[in-house]
């Protein structure tokens, strides 16, 4: 199992993230991306990547900053890192994108469409594909995506939380699908639907750790090891087993970031 999107820097969990990536390594959990959110979270994610060959960063600013600090610094900040760098080689851009989710976050809504589309730009110079964060503004992002355009490597909506039919506008981007824990909540209607239409090869996994643990582990922090209930969880949801689609997600995760091992079959 590949976790595609998981926050090991995160303050929540920087401390014991060491015993936090045995533990997943023993649930089963072969990789790791940590997604970047600020420049001091890229520092720690270099740290740990650079002790850790089994986890691999990305680098970018996170559109829930816009309304709290200065993120066209920041936004410079990448563009300085990728052009000469000195921290762990990022395998993809982000997290960045729009949120709407709160009225703070929608009245910065202009800004952070500049600094997306900034950072869209830097994905598509280095050619490194975007994990994209699209909450509650996904009209917003499509405009702009279709517009703009994605770098030639792709990238992936992380913790896809669109309905079904608006599938169909982001799979013919070429984009990739990321499910998080809401496909384990017994209340859930619209994630199960997704998880059943995504096509195989379109389909990541991820647990967004310490945010949004799934079920049976709620409450509490959530942890890459968790990505076993959510791997369990979706491959019932299509009708195939945990190991396939283990498989399956691993391989797109590994193509997608441009990384070479990819386990066998299991
Ligand atoms: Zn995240």
Same mark, same amino acid.
């Given at each position: 199992? $590949?976790?595609?999107?998981?926050?090991?820097?995160?303050?929540?969990?920087?401390?014991?993230?060491?015993?936090?990536?045995?533990?997943? @390594?023993?649930?089963?959990?072969?990789? $790791? +991306?940590?997604?970047?959110? &600020? /420049?001091?979270?890229?520092?720690?994610?270099?740290?740990?990547?650079?002790?850790?060959?089994?986890?691999?960063? !990305?680098?970018? =600013?996170?559109?829930?900053?816009?309304?709290?600090?200065?993120?066209?610094?920041?936004?410079?900040?990448?563009?300085?890192?990728?052009?000469?760098?000195?921290?762990?080689?990022?395998?993809?851009?982000?997290?960045?994108?729009?949120?709407?989710?709160?009225?703070?976050?929608?009245?910065?809504?202009?800004?952070?469409?500049?600094? $997306?589309?900034?950072?869209?730009? +830097?994905?598509?110079?280095?050619?490194?594909?975007?994990?994209?964060?699209?909450?509650?503004?996904?009209?917003?992002? +499509?405009?702009?995506?279709?517009?703009?355009?994605?770098?030639?490597?792709?990238?992936?909506?992380? !913790?896809? &939380?669109? &309905?079904?039919?608006?599938?169909?506008?982001?799979? /013919? +981007?070429?984009?990739?699908? !990321?499910?998080?824990? &809401?496909?384990?909540?017994?209340?859930? *209607?619209?994630?199960?639907? *997704?998880?059943?239409?995504?096509?195989?090869?379109?389909?990541?996994?991820?647990?967004?750790?310490?945010?949004?643990?799934?079920?049976?582990? @709620?409450?509490?922090?959530?942890?890459?090891?968790?990505?076993?209930?959510?791997?369990?969880?979706?491959?019932?949801?299509?009708?195939?087993?945990?190991?396939?689609?283990?498989?399956?997600?691993?391989?797109?995760?590994?193509?997608? $970031?441009?990384?070479?091992? =990819?386990?066998?079959? !299991?």
């Amino acid at each position: 199992m $590949f976790d595609s999107h998981c926050h090991l820097h995160d303050h929540r969990m920087i401390g014991d993230h060491e015993a936090v990536l045995e533990q997943a @390594r023993a649930a089963g959990v072969t990789g $790791f +991306l940590l997604a970047g959110v &600020s /420049p001091d979270g890229w520092r720690d994610e270099d740290a740990i990547a650079k002790k850790n060959p089994d986890v691999c960063v !990305s680098y970018g =600013v996170h559109p829930q900053l816009v309304a709290e600090t200065d993120t066209q610094a920041m936004v410079a900040a990448l563009a300085a890192e990728l052009a000469h760098p000195t921290l762990t080689m990022p395998v993809a851009i982000g997290e960045i994108g729009l949120d709407a989710y709160t009225k703070e976050r929608r009245a910065v809504l202009a800004t952070q469409e500049g600094i $997306f589309r900034a950072q869209l730009a +830097l994905a598509r110079e280095y050619d490194l594909p975007v994990i994209l964060h699209i909450l509650k503004a996904h009209e917003e992002a +499509l405009k702009i995506l279709r517009r703009d355009g994605l770098p030639k490597a792709g990238g992936v909506v992380h !913790s896809y &939380s669109g &309905s079904e039919a608006l599938l169909d506008a982001y799979l /013919p +981007l070429g984009l990739h699908i !990321s499910l998080a824990g &809401s496909v384990t909540f017994k209340t859930a *209607v619209k994630a199960p639907a *997704v998880a059943r239409k995504v096509p195989i090869d379109r389909l990541l996994v991820e647990t967004d750790a310490p945010d949004q643990t799934p079920e049976p582990h @709620r409450p509490g922090r959530n942890e890459p090891r968790h990505l076993k209930t959510i791997v369990e969880a979706i491959a019932e949801i299509r009708g195939t087993t945990p190991e396939a689609l283990a498989h399956d997600t691993t391989v797109n995760a590994l193509r997608l $970031f441009g990384l070479t091992t =990819v386990p066998a079959k !299991s």
